[in-house]
């Protein structure tokens, strides 16, 4: 098994310019996370899935949008890049065993994107 | 808002000395869990705690979680240079949503 795989694993883009990342996982997973990292601020949550074709906004939502039309893959879209959105972006995803259980996530390699 | 955070951001020790980061939380928390993250690397999980009270230990690490659920920590018995890395809490709320703490960044001077 793979687990969870981001492409591409670095960029540079211009502002202005629009991007999608990608994130696809192979262990069946229900909930699919997109978070950004910075540093000292750890992991902020950008938006989130709880199943194929359903989406949630996180806590720092603006500026992205996000897919989820197929349950192994949840797609994360810059329409207009700004110097302020380079980060590291991780995406994780995890089992869902009901609301009472918190199955540990498990994350992708990243993606480095840097916005000239 | 609820907020989870940790203490210290960085700490720089000694090859052989122990290292502790603390986890606290705005909120009582249903159960909390400890990523580790490699320089250069993503988060990897290590540990859950559920239970109020609960102590679990992996080799040289011991997890501790607070009898009110607000808080936890993280312990680490003569430090390694394998133990090099930011150690991150994520606690889950009562409103089924799971806060990453900021992290601990760890160095450990050979």
């Known amino acids: 098994n793979a687990g969870v795989t981001q492409t591409p694993k670095f960029r540079v883009l211009k502002t202005g310019q629009s991007m999608t990342l990608l994130c696809a996982q192979d262990?069946?997973?229900?909930?699919m996370y997109w978070y950004r990292q910075d540093p000292g601020m750890g992991l902020r949550l950008i938006h989130y899935?709880?199943?194929?074709?359903?989406?949630a906004k996180g806590e720092v939502p603006d500026g992205y949008n996000v897919s989820r039309l197929k349950k192994q893959n949840f797609l994360l879209g810059l329409e207009s890049a700004a110097p302020s959105q380079t980060s590291v972006y991780f995406c994780?995803?995890?089992?869902?065993?009901?609301?009472?259980?918190?199955?540990?996530?498990?994350f992708g390699d990243g993606t480095r994107l840097s916005i000239l | 808002g609820q907020q989870v955070m940790q203490i210290p951001q960085y700490q720089h020790v000694q090859e052989g000395e122990d290292f502790t980061t603390y986890c606290n939380s705005s909120?009582?928390?249903?159960?909390i869990q400890w990523y580790k993250q490699r320089p250069g690397g993503h988060p990897v999980f290590l540990i859950q705690?559920?239970?109020?009270?609960e102590v679990k230990k992996q080799k040289r690490l011991t997890f501790q979680f607070g009898e009110a659920k607000k808080n936890s920590s993280l312990h680490i018995t003569a430090t390694q240079t394998t133990d090099v890395g930011t150690y991150f809490c994520?606690?889950?709320?009562?409103?089924?949503?799971?806060?990453f703490g900021p992290g601990t960044s760890l160095s450990v001077i050979p």
């Open positions: 994780a995803s995890r089992e869902n065993l009901g609301t009472s259980s918190n199955q540990p996530q498990h």
């Open positions: 262990m069946n997973h229900e909930y």
């Open positions: 899935s709880v199943g194929e074709g359903t989406t």
């Open positions: 909120t009582t928390l249903s159960n």
């Open positions: 705690l559920v239970k109020s009270g």
């Open positions: 994520a606690g889950k709320t009562s409103y089924d949503k799971v806060i």
